[in-house]
């Protein structure tokens, strides 16, 4: 399959994708610095020219191993498919050259493996990156049908597609398994070493590299056909996204609605409709799906007809017959069990779950059902006087969905005395970065500075760029972007926020990361203002950065987040949402926009008591948890319609049942996140870990002291022990 494909992207390299210039000797270079591929260059010399004028290329050929950051702005769509095709036949290069030699030393396999990563991060994972934070339609025209010239002509390829065979050459080569195989047994490795290899291979064995050539071939379809399903899934929510515009005409239309929103509604309004003659206070507004205009409109609408509209429109998304996942459901589910029983697994749960810490369906479940069966009771009661507090002013009966946040917050506002849109005032984005960014100076022993440098290429003018000092070396040792706003083709289906390698350390090269948030944009001269959920999710990706960009580990393959478990992976960041709230961090990261006085100790203290209803919201975690695990343990041989299960679990975890047309799963895609368990799981762990923060004290000693540990053990070992291991090292070193 490999040297077919290979033959394909040949013919593309040969043929060439418009116009390559002539005269580099680029590929020479490359060659000089990976004698690996000399032979490979000198039977194809036309591939020496391909990055002359390709961005995506050019660190890729002019530094192979000594990586620069991408130039951004120079990259086009055009650009492209040169640069899958010649990072193809780099791949099938150093695969076969590692195939065909005698060695089968640690050094000479992970030399050649590790080399992948590095291209891979330079290429295609860049690529993937540009399509969340800049997907126009000529990036998503090109990515759907990228060019492939042959000698009958062009065919059309999916950018996932290619990857997917690329990537197999890789984890389903047999040589490669075997050789891993002997290093397994192999007594002078280190214990990081040895890591090293029980991941690749525990990834090859999962890519099918022990089954027959037919089971390997039925695996590679439903791998395609698996990708072609996810591709129509997420172009169904985006859709179905883009077709929801709700416009709001009248004073009672817009009434509850807070100033802030309606200046951002309007902005949007005059945006899509292409309109100056709208305003914030004589509209009309646009209401969209956002993730923050859909939680301000859900809390402060005093309409309860809209609130219902809008609240449908989410959880009905692609159950619409124009945008419908339903026999994608199900047809993913399908595949994905018969996948599973091909690797020697019982259902596609268990498959997933092996490279977890809790490592089994059932492990899983048990969890999840202890912490239901101890909230099952606070979640009825806060319901309940929910119900009573809305009945008592002015709504009649029970409580609709669409009418919990809404009833939460005026009961929130006048038990504690706390707007979120007062509180937002206190939370200008500058403000809270730096606070932030002095946090973790003083528990990391790090200094964090802007880097305004002309060579600094951004893929948009909100994107700052920061680097990371060592404070005992006053050494350069991470970097990362920061892209906070939310903008049109911009986001990803599953997260309103995430991380994203740019760089994994190695032992040349500084980590660099993507830290990338929604937040509403500024509006007029105003800073952007951060709801506090808003700053927990800032401190909780920033963790995630910190985890990758202070890795010590020098295999990228475990360096940072790489090689974590995945149920392991949430806690670091889960535990940096504990911070906002210390009388030793609110004033660095609170001031009000126009006093500039940080948030009253008395606030502080209201939200510390501000449990309301938490009991709820984690009920619809677990329901949430619990629906896609089990999804995912379904006999297809008797086939039960996901959407019915859906409903049935609910009536078991949720204290109200959902409504009929409920379809939550592909309006938030947990039918791809069979272990979202892994919140809550970490939710624990960080509370445990944030008890022993307690311990050492919450003064900036004692957050140094905790830092440093933390910093030691699970941030610089990365990927490079089993977490259960680090996890274990970190807590008798606290204790």
Not at 55 to 68: A, F, G
Not at 118 to 147: F, G, K
Not at 292 to 317: E, G, I, P
Not at 691 to 711: I, N, Q, T, V, W
Request: hydrophobic content about 40%; some cysteine.
């Amino acid at each position: 399959m490999r040297f077919l494909f290979g033959f394909v992207l040949l013919c593309l390299a040969s043929a060439g994708h418009g116009k390559i210039p002539s005269g580099s000797g680029a590929l020479s270079r490359l060659a000089a610095n990976n004698p690996l591929l000399t032979s490979f260059i000198q039977k194809n010399p036309a591939l020496a020219n391909l990055a002359a004028n390709n961005p995506l290329l050019t660190p890729l050929i002019l530094q192979p191993y000594v990586r620069v950051l991408p130039r951004f702005s120079d990259i086009k769509p055009e650009h492209i498919p040169q640069a899958i095709i010649h990072y193809g036949n780099i791949v099938d290069a150093e695969i076969t050259a590692l195939e065909k030699t005698t060695k089968d030393d640690f050094a000479t396999v992970f030399t050649t493996l590790e080399r992948l990563n590095v291209y891979r991060d330079q290429v295609p994972s860049l690529i993937e990156h540009l399509q969340t934070v800049d997907n126009h339609e000529e990036l998503r025209a090109m990515v759907a049908r990228i060019p492939i010239q042959h000698q009958g002509g062009t065919s059309h390829y999916r950018l996932s597609q290619l990857l997917t065979h690329i990537d197999s050459w890789i984890f389903q080569s047999k040589p490669l398994y075997e050789k891993l195989q002997k290093l397994q047994n192999d007594s002078t490795l280190s214990a990081t070493e040895k890591r090293l290899v029980d991941l690749y291979l525990r990834g090859m064995s999962h890519s099918g590299v022990a089954l027959t050539a037919a089971e390997q071939t039925r695996l590679a379809t439903i791998d395609t056909e698996l990708v072609t399903l996810r591709k129509r899934f997420d172009a169904n929510i985006n859709d179905a996204r883009e077709a929801f515009k709700l416009v709001l005409k009248t004073a009672d239309d817009i009434a509850g609605l807070p100033e802030n929103f309606l200046q951002t509604a309007a902005q949007r309004y005059r945006e899509n409709f292409l309109e100056t003659e709208t305003s914030a206070e004589q509209g009309p507004w646009l209401v969209t799906l956002e993730p923050t205009a859909y939680t301000t409109f859900m809390r402060y609408s005093d309409r309860r007809d809209l609130r219902k509209k809008v609240y449908l429109a989410h959880s009905t998304l692609t159950g619409q017959p124009s945008f419908d996942n339903r026999q994608i459901i199900q047809h993913i589910l399908k595949l994905r069990s018969e996948y599973a029983r091909l690797l020697g697994y019982p259902n596609f749960a268990e498959f997933i779950l092996k490279n977890n810490v809790l490592d089994n369906v059932q492990s899983v479940d048990t969890a999840l059902r202890k912490i239901h069966a101890a909230t099952a009771e606070q979640t009825k009661r806060g319901l309940h006087e929910l119900t009573a507090y809305a009945n008592a002013n002015g709504q009649r009966g029970e409580l609709a969905y669409w009418d919990v946040s809404y009833w939460s917050h005026r009961l929130s506002e006048e038990k504690f005395a706390i707007d979120d849109e007062e509180l937002r005032a206190y939370f200008p984005l500058p403000k809270v970065l730096t606070g932030m960014f002095q946090l973790a100076e003083k528990m990391f022993a790090i200094d964090i500075r802007p880097n305004n440098g002309q060579e600094i290429q951004k893929w948009h003018a909100d994107v700052s760029f920061y680097d990371i000092f060592d404070q005992a070396s006053g050494k350069r040792i991470a970097a990362f972007y920061l892209d906070p706003y939310s903008r049109k083709n911009k986001g990803r289906i599953d997260a309103d926020a995430w991380v994203r390698s740019c760089v994994r350390r190695d032992a040349t090269t500084i980590p660099v990361s993507c830290l990338i948030t929604n937040f509403s944009p500024p509006v007029g001269d105003q800073h952007a203002q951060l709801f506090l959920n808003g700053v927990r999710t800032l401190f909780h990706e920033f963790g995630h950065a910190l985890h990758h960009l202070l890795t010590e580990t020098n295999y990228p393959a475990i360096s940072g987040t790489s090689g974590v478990e995945r149920d392991a992976v949430e806690f670091p960041s889960q535990l940096m949402e504990h911070f906002p709230y210390l009388d030793n961090v609110l004033p660095t990261i609170s001031a009000h926009v126009d006093s500039g006085e940080p948030l009253p100790p008395e606030k502080l203290a209201k939200l510390r008591a501000k449990k309301y209803l938490a009991a709820f919201g984690r009920s619809h975690e677990l329901f949430h948890s619990l629906l896609n695990l089990h999804l995912h343990t379904l006999d297809p041989a008797q086939p039960q319609e996901p959407i019915t299960y859906m409903h049935e679990l609910a009536r078991e975890i949720l204290p109200r049942p959902l409504p009929d047309d409920y379809f939550l799963p592909p309006s938030s895609l947990n039918i791809q996140r069979v272990d979202s368990y892994r919140y809550i799981w970490a939710s624990a762990l960080s509370a445990n870990l944030f008890a022993m923060f307690r311990e050492h004290g919450l003064d900036d000693a004692g957050l140094r002291s905790m830092g440093e540990k933390l910093r030691e053990t699970v941030f610089a070992v990365g990927g490079g022990k089993p977490a259960r291991d680090i996890l274990r090292k970190l807590r008798d070193e606290a204790l």
